[in-house]
């Protein structure tokens, strides 16, 4: 279904038991040749997806992104209802900004006007987390790049446009994108007891670059979390899995 801030829409294992849901929270503009990979590996092992496509304003826009995030709890909510299974986050690039970390607020009450009783239900079925590619130090040189996270087959004028609409976008709300980027990152942190945390990221990834994924790790593992990291040396940023 399309939405406020993007679409959400299931994808169900065909035949056999639905052993858990993955969430899966994608990079804006991301399309069916880069999500079949996952689709068919998850449901291979039993699981069916729940997947959260963002636009590009999600990015910006957190009252956006809090719509989107409400959208993905009130279909995991019917879930859980039916039948309590287990249920894992697992977010690629820029994922986490567009929806996963309103996700979390949503979730602990941390979001003003959004306490359901419901989503204690829904707490006691999240069992952990997958960050492929992430997450991102969400600054405004690097979200023109989540137009199409693959830069190199961007054609120049749309990475020109892209730029220059993040660029005014950078000026006008300066202050406000700050601020959202500490919240950002402070609600990340405040999850870590969503576990076990798999982080997967490569040496070489010039969009998550190698230690901002490191220092989230540390400082996850500094607060307690079971985190595993999984490196490579090269490989594409999203194209880990």
């Excluded at 449901?43 to 590009?56: A, E, H, K, M």
């Excluded at 979730?107 to 492929?132: N, T």
Aim: glycine share 8%; proline share 4%.
């Amino acid at each position: 279904m399309w939405g406020d801030g993007g679409r959400v829409f299931w994808e169900r294992r065909a035949g056999g038991a639905e052993e858990g849901v993955v969430v899966m929270f994608l990079w804006p503009s991301s399309d069916e040749k880069d999500l079949k990979p996952f689709l068919d590996l998850y449901s291979s092992v039993g699981w069916s997806s729940l997947v959260c496509q963002s636009d590009f304003l999600t990015l910006f826009f957190p009252e956006k992104a809090a719509k989107l995030a409400s959208t993905v709890l009130d279909e995991l909510i019917k879930e859980v209802k039916i039948k309590p299974r287990p249920i894992t986050f697992a977010t690629f690039s820029g994922g986490s900004k567009s929806c996963l970390y309103k996700v979390h607020q949503l979730v602990e009450g941390k979001s003003e006007g959004q306490l359901k009783d419901d989503y204690q239900l829904l707490r006691d079925c999240i069992c952990g987390q997958i960050y492929d590619s992430g997450p991102v130090d969400f600054t405004s040189d690097l979200g023109s790049h989540f137009l199409h996270p693959k830069v190199s087959q961007a054609s120049r004028i749309v990475s020109w446009i892209a730029k220059a609409l993040v660029s005014g976008m950078d000026t006008l709300f300066m202050n406000r994108f700050e601020a959202q980027r500490a919240e950002y990152w402070k609600t990340l942190y405040s999850s870590v007891g969503i576990g076990p945390i798999l982080i997967l990221f490569s040496e070489d990834d010039e969009l998550a670059p190698f230690q901002v994924v490191y220092d989230f790790a540390q400082h996850l593992l500094e607060l307690g979390g079971d985190v595993r990291l999984v490196k490579w040396k090269s490989s594409p940023h999203v194209g880990m899995s």
